[in-house]
């Protein structure tokens, strides 16, 4: 097996939950021509690329298995790569309120079937005024989707959730900073929420049995045996990416096609890299992301690291 090390820089830099992001580092696996990718996002993933580099090393200790993120890369290896696959995927509207405008009018050309909106990132009319103005904009046929985060306290998700009045969407990702008080917040309010980063934290469910759907990002969550035991629960699946490089992309809609074909994908993020290790893109058509059959990475530009 090789691996090599790369680096993405953003074609801006990205705000998610309150850091700024300038580039996407990851590390790349190959094995027998088949390739997968373990890339954890700070912030978010409970490990480094160090970490991984370390574990493929077998240097990493206190830990008793791989982090996440390489489990679901070398999970992959066991899987040739399926081309071409076509995935639904969600439009992701992510940026201030000028960008989001305009990515509004980009959604409506793409013909997916939803479309995935951050918010918590601004004050909360704000929040509240904008996603008012895309929900209008959408044709209804249009699902709408929230993502804010974990970014809220109890009572300010209640005054954006009630500010919307009857607005039409179809769920929300982790309104609040405390996740245990989400049933609490349904049951208050009606509305319907999603797991995300709780997935992360915890893998019961127990706390959670109005969950509307489980976003599922396998660089987060670890494999294949990650993704089957939240098929089990019966929920809905979201697969979603974390802004992985093409290889990572292309493994979560393997992901995608076996265990959600028919749900709308978060795979919507290889618009905002500056460039990819794929040299050919994957496609978009009616709302639909597909391989292409083209599966050779480009390494010249690759740091390999010694294993």
Same mark, same amino acid.
């Given at each position: 097996m090789r691996a090599f090390r790369f680096q993405i820089p953003f074609k801006n830099p990205i705000l998610l939950k309150g850091r700024i992001y300038a580039d996407r580092q990851g590390v790349l696996l190959e094995r027998n021509g088949q390739w997968a990718e373990a890339s954890p996002l700070p912030g978010f993933s409970l490990e480094t690329v160090d970490d991984v580099v370390a574990s493929l090393r077998g240097k990493l200790r206190g830990k008793q298995k791989p982090p996440a993120s390489l489990m679901f890369a070398l999970s992959a290896l066991n899987e040739p790569f399926a081309a071409p696959i076509s #995935?639904?995927?969600? /439009?992701?509207?992510?940026g201030d309120s000028e960008e989001i405008a305009e990515r509004t009018i980009d959604c409506q050309l793409s013909k997916c079937k939803a479309v995935k909106m951050k #918010?918590?990132?601004? $004050?909360l009319e704000s929040d509240v005024k904008l996603v008012k103005e895309v929900r209008q904009a959408l044709p209804g046929n249009i699902q709408l989707r929230l993502d804010a985060n974990q970014s809220w306290d109890f009572e300010e998700a209640v005054f954006f959730i009630e500010s919307l009045g009857d607005l039409d969407f179809e769920y929300i990702e982790e309104p609040l900073r405390d996740p245990l008080r989400m049933e609490e917040l349904f049951h208050l309010t009606g509305v319907s929420y999603a797991l995300d980063e709780s997935l992360v934290q915890t893998d019961c469910l127990d706390p959670w049995p109005n969950a509307a759907a489980l976003v599922c990002k396998p660089t987060l969550l670890g494999g294949r045996q990650a993704v089957a035991k939240l098929a089990l629960s019966g929920k809905p699946i979201v697969f979603s990416a974390a802004f992985e490089s093409g290889v990572g992309i292309r493994r979560i809609m393997q992901l995608a096609a076996e /265990? $959600?074909?028919d749900i709308p994908a978060g795979l919507d993020t290889l618009d905002w890299l500056a460039n990819d290790v794929f040299p050919e893109s994957l496609q978009k058509q009616d709302g639909l992301l597909t391989t292409p059959r083209q599966v050779d990475v480009n390494t010249i530009e690759l740091e390999e690291i010694v294993l």
């Open positions: #995935v639904p995927y969600n /439009f992701l509207l992510l #918010v918590g990132q601004d $004050s /265990f $959600s074909p």
